[in-house]
């Protein structure tokens, strides 16, 4: 089964903050998680 695409912006923001936690723990690099969610950091996490 396909992922239906979210259009709504709060379901985004809630993806997005579990990704950059998660990049967190596990030691990946801001830049990578900028290009998987197609989001730009405005403060070095």
Do not use: A, L, Y
């Amino acid at each position: 089964m396909k992922k239906k695409e979210n259009n709504n912006i709060f379901v985004k923001m809630i993806e997005d903050k579990h990704s950059i936690i998660r990049s967190i723990r596990e030691g990946v690099p801001s830049k990578t998680i900028e290009q998987e969610r197609d989001v730009e950091f405005v403060t070095p996490v």
